[in-house]
């Protein structure tokens, strides 16, 4: 766990609460963890479900790996530490955005388990929502849709630490929502989504 170095410093608290939040927008706020291999579909499932949350009048917000690296991690890399580092900043943003009453979508590889729990954890402490999204694919259904052009290279040689090639990915034992984007079409994955949002309160029926 991440040692805190400032010292003198404590939460303060105001007067809106999270309750009050989400009366104003009429949503509860949660974080929607999509996790799987590079070219699996979790930005793409995001990316779908954002727009239909968005028909329904939620108002949602998403993280996805590229763009975050692009901005306040840019300066980590894909050592194990640096990963780790990257999914601990996420997590708090990601939190952060519950507090507020926005449904986070969160579309991270994180390839290790103790660093997914690690945000769990620090969710359940704070009285927040997880779901944890398995977006299954196989490596060979990932690789050959390659979106990027990333598995081409990490076969030559041209990138390490790549998941999947020359780095674990380590796959959820307990998700809430397990999808299988090489089985599934992406119509039927959105609606797995939201079906466990409508039968854990999370959202109302329209």
Same mark, same amino acid.
């Given at each position: 766990? /991440?040692?805190?170095?400032? /010292?003198?410093?404590? #939460? ?20 929607? #963890?999509? /996790? ?47 990963? /780790? ?122």
């Amino acid at each position: 766990m /991440t040692e805190q170095k400032a /010292t003198n410093v404590h #939460w303060h608290d105001g007067d809106i609460t999270r309750e009050d939040r989400a009366r104003l927008l009429g949503q509860k706020g949660a974080t929607l #963890w999509f /996790t799987g291999l590079s070219g699996s579909g979790k930005s793409t499932v995001a990316v779908a479900l954002e727009k239909v949350l968005y028909e329904r009048g939620k108002l949602t917000y998403r993280l996805d790996g590229d763009n975050v690296r692009l901005g306040i991690n840019k300066n980590l890399g894909f050592s194990a530490d640096d990963r /780790t580092e990257n999914i601990r900043r996420i997590g708090e943003i990601a939190k952060l955005f519950v507090d507020s009453g926005v449904i986070a979508l969160s579309s991270f590889i994180s390839p290790y388990a103790a660093d997914r729990d690690r945000v769990r954890e620090l969710h359940m402490e704070s009285g927040c929502a997880f779901i944890e999204i398995f977006v299954d694919c196989s490596l060979q259904a990932a690789e050959s849709r390659d979106p990027k052009g990333l598995y081409k290279k990490a076969r030559a040689g041209e990138i390490k630490n790549f998941t999947g090639i020359d780095d674990p990915y380590e796959p959820p034992q307990a998700a809430e929502i397990h999808l299988r984007t090489d089985k599934m079409s992406l119509e039927q994955e959105v609606a797995a989504i939201v079906d466990y949002l409508l039968a854990h309160d999370l959202i109302a029926a329209s």
